[in-house]
């Protein structure tokens, strides 16, 4: 089955960008979403088909893909983007759904 | 406004069955993509299963053969029946729904706990 690798942690400093990470086989090849999860609430659906914002979300939200690692961008951190992030594909043979593990933001 | 209501966790012993409902409102369960997807507790997203408007039904194999997603179109209500249920299905299980037949969760719900727990 597809696994999805992201870095279990990333620190930043507010005002600066961060970048999250999801390997994948040829990840570049599929189309991956990107979702925010804060404690105690259910996730939010933050960047689809690798790059497009739903709208409410900010523009200093943004993602990328190419080859086998995908990557969420967070311009201009704020103390309140502290979060957990999972990238999220469709596999294709099995017709499943695949998470990556999560990566917890922490805004310094 | 899209509302999805989950309901039906509670705690069962190792061996049993439960079922979960998931209420939609401002949304057709009928018409799009309906998953559930659990999180057991201090841990990442699990994909559980997926209803399709057409009918098709997937799982994962950690749930596969125990696992039952259906809906009642008329209720709009989504369901998964799980039976054996196993230590390692102790999780929060949330409703997402998909726009159409979209392969990312636009829209989820704030879960039902589900203890497995003898």
């Known amino acids: 089955s597809y696994v999805l690798t992201q870095p279990p942690s990333v620190s930043v400093a507010p005002g600066r960008t961060a970048r999250i990470t999801c390997g994948g086989h040829h990840i570049g090849s599929t189309s991956v979403h990107w979702y925010q999860q804060k404690p105690g609430q259910a996730p939010v659906l933050l960047i689809y088909y690798d790059s497009n914002r739903p709208s409410g979300i900010p523009e200093r939200f943004s993602g990328s893909s190419s080859g086998n690692t995908a990557t969420l961008a967070i311009s201009r951190v704020e103390a309140g983007d502290e979060a957990t992030y999972f990238c999220?594909?469709?596999?294709?043979?099995?017709?499943?759904?695949?998470f990556g593990g999560g990566t917890k933001l922490t805004v310094l | 406004e899209v509302q999805l209501v989950e309901s039906g966790g509670g705690l069962i012993q190792p061996g049993g069955s439960l079922r979960l409902s998931c209420a939609a409102s401002g949304f057709t369960v009928s018409g799009n993509y309906m998953s559930w997807v659990r999180q057991a507790p201090g841990k990442g997203l699990e994909w559980v299963s997926i209803i399709y408007s057409g009918d098709g039904t997937y799982y994962a194999d950690s749930v596969k053969g125990r696992f039952t997603i259906s809906r009642d179109n008329f209720k709009n209500t989504l369901y998964l029946q799980m039976s054996s249920l196993r230590v390692e299905d102790t999780a929060l299980y949330y409703c997402?729904?998909?726009?159409?037949?979209?392969?990312?969760?636009?829209?989820w719900g704030q879960g039902t706990l589900v203890t497995v727990s003898s």
């Open positions: 997402a729904g998909t726009i159409g037949a979209a392969v990312y969760f636009a829209y």
């Open positions: 999220q594909v469709w596999d294709s043979t099995t017709d499943h759904r695949v």
